[in-house]
T-cell receptor, first 111, second 112 residues
Framework: SQTIHQWPATLVQPVGSPLSLECTVE??????LYWYRQAAGRGLQLLFY??????ISSEVPQNLSASRPQDRQFILSSKKLLLSDSGFYLC??????????FGQGTRLTVV | KQEVTQIPAALSVPEGENLVLNCSFT??????LQWFRQDPGKGLTSLLL???SQREQTSGRLNASLDKSSGRSTLYIAASQPGDSATYLC???????????WGAGTKLIIKP
């Protein structure tokens, strides 16, 4: 069966520090991978999606970047965090436009 | 541009009631529509996926319907339980790409 791992679960980082969140998928190949951010009490905002290794599409211009170094690995990064980067970050995968599966999320607090 | 709306934003009902959550979308050219559940501070759990060619899907006490012509989907929860308390989100997958367009969710509280 397929599983998705996302870590860390919580993270407190100072303003200006770097960020690296990792997401890996098991049990499938060539998944579409997604990073979402969910602000408190609001809907999901798509940040990045990837349909293959090295292929990254950005939906929102911002302080973040994403990379896909391996087929089932998706990394969200920042060189210098801003207070506004605080939020709940979710990784997800799909096969084409089929059912989406989510990781458990990372609660990022920038202080 | 596709827009997905969920009404109401919050709903509180006594345990045991049957209830309906609504999801509407502006562009009927969807590939599929999914319903998710999110518990506080947790990721999303997929509940039901309805392909554009389908009218409904059922899983246990949950039934989701899809009416593309009217741009509506409903999630029916039978015999609600306190454990059903969560935020329910719907998302439409469009034909042209692999992105999901999300509603803002309905926060459901089932009172014991």
């Amino acid at each position: 069966s397929q599983t998705i791992h996302q870590w860390p679960a919580t993270l407190v980082q100072p303003v200006g520090s770097p960020l690296s969140l990792e997401c890996t998928v098991e049990g499938t190949s060539n998944p579409n991978l997604y990073w979402y951010r969910q602000a408190a009490g609001r809907g999901l905002q798509l940040l990045f999606y990837s349909v293959g290794i090295g292929q990254i599409s950005s939906e929102v211009p911002q302080n973040l970047s994403a990379s896909r170094p391996q087929d089932r690995q998706f990394i969200l990064s920042s060189k210098k965090l801003l207070l506004s980067d605080s939020g709940f970050y979710l990784c997800a995968w799909t096969r084409g436009a089929a059912e989406a599966f989510f990781g458990q999320g990372t609660r990022l607090t920038v202080v | 541009k596709q827009e997905v709306t969920q009404i109401p934003a919050a709903l509180s009902v006594p345990e045991g009631e049957n209830l309906v959550l609504n999801c509407s979308f502006t562009d009927s050219a969807i590939y599929n529509l999914q319903w998710f559940r999110q518990d506080p501070g947790k990721g999303l759990t997929s509940l039901l996926l309805i392909q554009s060619s389908q009218r409904e899907q059922t899983s246990g006490r949950l039934n989701a319907s899809l009416d593309k012509s009217s741009g509506r989907s409903t999630l029916y929860i039978a015999a609600s339980q306190p454990g059903d308390s969560a935020t329910y989100l719907c998302a439409a997958s469009m034909d042209s790409n692999y992105q999901l367009i999300w509603g803002a969710g309905t926060k459901l509280i089932i009172k014991p």
